[in-house]
């Protein structure tokens, strides 16, 4: 017998049924907006109901999504991180440049460029937990140290005539009649093994514990500190990837890349339901929420809608994401 199911006998309470347990979910609400924006778009545009179009938004959103699956992990401990986007970058331009301008074989640049991101990851970790200092403003920090060590690292020039191994996730193959990069694959792929872990592991209870309360989960054997490094270095080495996607897709390594990423991140994650107060939400929900965006820049650009409105939409969307959240929250005290 659950905890919930207890409480529930003794309190002479019904057990909540599936169907209400559905719709009480953290994403169902998200989930909503994205099925009512898609049906808008559909019966605006004769072009949105399409493969080839379902395909382009994979595409342009599986960068920022994966970068949203470590910002996950971390405003799910009530954290938060800025430097997601400039750390990307960097992690792209080590990558590139040791493929191209070095002896080391590609594979060994890309693991290089992952490994630099997961550092950051350790140093914003360890700064946030044994120093301590408040995530805002150790991201923060990290963000300018990054973006300063990029434009260093490469000499503020292009990296081009990157090898086939480096972009190689930037194919396609074909699903039915659509062509699907296996970026956007990777992406999927990544999202259900951290639903998984965070859902179905003891890993996954002690984040969200983590999130509920510092002082309870440690009082309950949990060691805060470690997880909490090992969240912020895991969301490194995803951010690794997600500077390897990058490079994939625009072929090249770009230093001016990442400086919108970390706003879009944090958008992808409030849209899909996670609580920036720490101890709700899931990885499934910010997927949702990544599409929401993507869903939205696709259909107002289809509709010929000028990007400038198209930031005004999304800055709308987490204003009332957030608010919503607070309500909850004032509900649920």
């Given at each position: 017998m659950t905890t919930s199911t207890a409480s529930a006998l003794y309190s002479g309470a019904k057990e909540p049924t599936p169907l209400r347990r559905i719709l009480m979910a953290p994403a169902a609400g998200p989930f909503g907006?994205?099925?009512?924006?898609?049906?808008?778009?559909?019966?605006?545009?004769?072009?949105?109901?399409?493969?080839?179009?379902?395909?382009?938004?994979?595409?342009?959103?599986?960068?920022?999504?994966?970068?949203?699956?470590?910002?996950?992990?971390?405003?799910?401990?009530?954290?938060?991180?800025?430097?997601?986007?400039?750390?990307?970058?960097?992690?792209?331009?080590?990558?590139?440049?040791?493929?191209?301008?070095?002896?080391?074989?590609?594979?060994?640049?890309?693991?290089?460029?992952?490994?630099?991101?997961?550092?950051?990851?350790?140093?914003?970790?360890?700064?946030?937990?044994?120093?301590?200092?408040?995530?805002?403003?150790?991201?923060?920090?990290?963000?300018?140290?990054?973006?300063?060590?990029?434009?260093?690292?490469?000499?503020?020039?292009?990296?081009t005539d990157l090898p086939r191994s480096l972009t190689g996730l930037g194919e396609t193959f074909p699903l039915g009649t659509t062509d699907v990069t296996y970026g956007s694959l990777l992406t999927v792929v990544l999202f259900l093994a951290f639903a998984y872990a965070l859902g179905n592991t003891a890993w996954g209870q002690h984040v969200y514990a983590l999130g509920n309360s510092s002082e309870s989960a440690r009082l309950n054997g949990i060691r805060v500190s470690r997880l909490t490094i090992s969240l912020y270095t895991v969301a490194g080495l995803v951010y690794g990837i997600a500077a390897l996607l990058l490079v994939s897709r625009t072929g090249v390594g770009d230093p001016q890349a990442g400086q919108t990423e970390n706003l879009d991140s944090i958008t992808a994650v409030v849209l899909g339901g996670t609580s920036l107060f720490g101890g709700r939400g899931t990885v499934l929900g910010t997927f949702v929420g990544v599409l929401i965006v993507g869903v939205f820049r696709n259909g107002l650009q289809l509709l010929g809608v000028s990007s400038v409105y198209q930031t005004l939409v999304t800055g709308v969307l987490v204003i009332l994401a957030v608010t919503i959240d607070q309500i909850s929250r004032k509900k649920g005290r």
């Open positions: 907006a994205l099925i009512l924006a898609s049906l808008v778009f559909a019966l605006s545009s004769d072009e949105f109901l399409t493969g080839g179009n379902f395909s382009l938004i994979l595409q342009q959103v599986m960068v920022v999504g994966t970068l949203a699956i470590g910002q996950t992990l971390v405003i799910l401990t009530a954290g938060i991180d800025l430097s997601v986007g400039a750390v990307m970058a960097f992690g792209g331009i080590v990558m590139a440049k040791l493929a191209v301008s070095s002896p080391l074989p590609a594979p060994l640049a890309i693991l290089a460029g992952v490994l630099v991101c997961g550092a950051f990851g350790l140093a914003n970790g360890l700064l946030v937990r044994l120093v301590p200092l408040p995530p805002f403003i150790v991201t923060l920090g990290m963000l300018n140290v990054a973006f300063a060590l990029t434009h260093i690292f490469s000499e503020e020039q292009t990296v």
